[in-house]
Structures are given as structure tokens and as C-alpha cells.
Nanobody, 120 residues
Framework: QVQLVESGGGLVQAGGSRRLSCAASGSIFSIEAMGWYRRAPGKQRELVAD???????HYTDSVKGRFTISRDNAKNTVYLQMNSLKPEDTAVYYC??????????????WGQGTQVTVSS
């Protein structure tokens, strides 16, 4: 069993900042990549940013220069620092981990989601 627990969501004014955290725990052998997705009202879920075990990052164009993803491999934790937030960043943010379990099974795991609301 693997669990992803997210924290850090909430209400923030436009132009403000917020930091999301996601900690993975359970029967984990190795985490290859961790990332953040979001689903805005009426839209499909989209990848926001992800980061490999080695630290290679990828961002969707709309957040480049404003969001920073990082991870602490020792803690199996990924962070998303969100700056200069805009109302269009309002969404439920989901943590994702692509990992090998202790029985060498490879799978995707998801957090429960955390709401980020940016007021104008």
C-alpha cells in the first residue's frame, strides 16, 4: 500500500503565493517521478509540473517562471511553490507518483487532491 498525502491548499489573493507539499509513504522501493496535476472547473486534468528522481523538471507553459517544483528524495516528498498566482490557477491540485513498490511492481499513485482558489 502506498499513500500520497497533500497539504498546502487554500484561498489566496491574485499575485500571492502558496506552497503545496505531498508526502509519499508505504511500501515504496523507489520513486521515479513525482508531479502535480490540476483540474479546473469544467476542464480536463492537466499536468502542471513534474520532476524525476534525478531532478529533471518539466512545466506546462502557463506556469513557467511562476511555479517551481522540487523534491526531497530522502523524505519521498514533492513540493510546488506557486508564485504570482492568477485566478486561472484556481483548481484542485493532485499529487502523482510513479514508483516501484517493494515487490518490484510499477504503478501510478494519486493523492486525494487539494483545492487552491485564487481570488481576483
Amino acid at each position: 500500500q502506498v499513500q500520497l498525502v497533500e497539504s498546502g491548499g487554500g484561498l489566496v489573493q491574485a499575485g500571492g503565493s502558496r506552497r503545496l507539499s505531498c508526502a509519499a509513504s508505504g511500501s515504496i522501493f523507489s520513486i521515479e517521478a513525482m508531479g502535480w496535476y490540476r483540474r479546473a472547473p469544467g476542464k480536463q486534468r492537466e499536468l502542471v509540473a513534474d520532476i524525476t528522481h534525478g531532478g529533471i523538471t518539466h512545466y506546462t507553459d502557463s506556469v513557467k517562471g511562476r511555479f517551481t517544483i522540487s523534491r526531497d528524495n530522502a523524505k519521498n516528498t514533492v513540493y510546488l511553490q506557486m508564485n504570482s498566482l492568477k485566478p486561472e490557477d484556481t483548481a484542485v491540485y493532485y499529487c502523482n507518483a510513479k514508483l516501484w513498490g517493494t515487490h518490484y511492481e510499477y504503478a501510478d499513485y494519486w493523492g486525494q487532491g487539494t483545492q487552491v482558489t485564487v481570488s481576483s
